[in-house]
């Protein structure tokens, strides 16, 4: 007799406005859901009844009802509990203000909300922006197409980490996935703390606003869904300053607070009159994260982005450059005393230089970018980038670098910036 350890289906019954909350804690465990009766969504995805979603390590999730709803769990997870409290009419209402706005900016050919969500971290800023930009796509026959806006380079939704990205939402992201990616508008940071290269950072935001503004006047129905800007949990001194300047460069109409009176009180005080400032509760849900499963986090961003999901498989290629065929760069030149300086440069220049990196064993592990920019006499710092490679060996006695790309095409010739971002590719 073979003896098989059953994990057993667990149902619960939820009443409206409560949410099952439920964790997978271990690694190659998997949990899986069903919608039983009754509706039911995840941070604002409709569930299809009878559809079964798996979800994978590391997964925090709520499955929330307005009408109530049974479900169904199977396989081995860690907590699971239903709560009753939750903040979700709080988002709803913010919603249907955004939507008062779009009609509004519809009507008077003018440019819709501008939103951005603020608060330290682990306070549901990213599922708070995926609720409201699901709730948007959602409303289908309105067309809305708002666009995605992350500013955090820790974890690099869009894209990888030490980045910052926009995509635009044309229908809800699918239960187990990030919004679907046609053509992010990706820039190179190449950091994941946003303190390293301040000017940097503030450059590529600016940058990023001309862009992303200059396609609204473009595009009427992008123009008047406007934006929801997601942004890091640093935001006291220099990570203020950050913010503040992410309101004036983007423009903001709308600034999301969650969880944090103080910071919210200096908003208010600070921000133009016609810059609506709204304080909005954390959910309970909300699971904190320690550093370790950040880095975790981040390091599954970048292998998902060479390799792919369970869900959708990718194979990554390998190939060999030689040193000599590719131009790599770094932006920011290490600081050199004030008595050194040259009297026109300032320490701001340095910070966004363009630097010629010489390819050896330095580069190990590192993220390369590759730059939209084929020349250096272009405006290669604010440039956006196509796509990443990882440098997985270098052989300094044949002069090669092994690169992990995600494209069999060859190489591309153009401009590659190396990142602080590593990642060791244990497939390889
Ligand atoms: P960061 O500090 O990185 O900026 P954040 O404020 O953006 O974090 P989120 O990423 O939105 O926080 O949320 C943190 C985690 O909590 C995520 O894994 C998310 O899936 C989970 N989470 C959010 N809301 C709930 C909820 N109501 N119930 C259970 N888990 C939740």
């Known amino acids: 007799e ?3 350890v059953q994990i057993e ?12 909350r439920f964790e997978v804690e271990n690694k190659n465990e998997t949990v899986v859901l069903e919608l039983k009766t009754g509706l039911a969504e995840i941070f604002g995805t409709e569930l299809v009844k009878g559809k079964s979603y798996t979800f994978y390590f590391g997964a925090k999730i709520a499955v929330f009802t307005w009408q109530g709803c049974s479900l169904k769990l199977r396989g081995k997870k860690g907590i699971s509990y239903i709560s009753k409290e939750t903040p979700m009419m709080f988002y709803l209402n913010c919603h249907a203000s955004l939507e008062q706005l779009r009609v509004k900016s519809e009507k008077e050919k003018i440019r819709g909300p ?12 990213s599922t708070l922006c995926r609720i409201l930009l699901n709730y948007s796509a959602r409303m289908n026959a309105l067309g809305r197409r708002p666009i995605y806006v992350d500013l955090d380079p820790g974890q ?5 980490p ?9 229908r809800p ?3 187990e996935e990030s919004f679907s990616q046609a053509a992010p508008l990706v820039y190179h940071y190449g950091h994941t703390n946003m303190s390293i290269n301040s ?3 503030n450059t590529l935001i600016s940058r990023m606003a001309e862009v992303i503004h200059q396609r609204m006047d473009e595009n009427p129905r992008i123009n008047c869904s406007g934006l929801i800007i997601n942004t890091c949990g640093w935001v006291k001194g220099k990570g203020y300053q950050h913010l503040t300047h992410i309101a004036l460069a983007f423009e903001v109409d709308v600034i999301l607070v969650l969880d944090q009176e103080r910071l919210y009180n200096e908003l208010v005080r600070d921000m133009p009159i016609f810059v609506k400032v709204v304080l909005l509760p954390k959910s309970g849900g909300v699971v904190e994260r320690s550093n370790k499963f950040r880095l975790e986090g981040r390091e599954a961003r ?26 790599v760069y770094r932006i920011g030149a290490p600081p050199i005393p004030n008595t050194l300086m040259p009297l026109d440069m300032q320490k701001t220049d340095l910070e966004t230089k363009l630097e010629p990196v010489t390819p050896g064993p330095n580069m190990m592990h590192h993220v390369l970018a590759l730059s939209f920019s084929t020349v250096v006499e272009e405006d290669v710092v604010r440039t956006s980038v196509a796509g990443f490679v990882c440098v997985t060996n270098v052989d300094t006695s044949r002069q090669m670098l092994t690169l992990l790309s995600p494209q069999p095409k060859p190489l591309p010739e153009t401009i590659y910036l190396m990142s602080d971002v590593q990642f060791m590719d244990n497939n390889a």
């Not at 982005?305 to 390998?318: A, D, I, K, M, Q």
Request: aromatic residues 8%; proline residues 5%.
């Open 9 to 20: 289906d667990q149902e619960f019954q939820l009443e409206p406005d409560n949410e099952l």
């Open 199 to 201: 000017t940097l950072y």
């Open 162 to 170: 030490g980045t910052i990205g926009a995509v635009m939402v044309e």
């Open 114 to 125: 501008v939103t951005m969500v603020v608060g330290p971290t682990d306070v549901g800023k």
């Open 302 to 327: 970048i292998r998902e982005y060479f390799y792919g999901s369970p869900r959708n498989v990718l194979h990554p290629h390998t190939c060999e450059v030689r040193f000599s065929d590719i131009k």
């Open 173 to 175: 992201a699918e239960v």
């Open 2 to 4: 073979s003896v098989e």
């Open 156 to 160: 690099g939704q869009i894209s990888v």
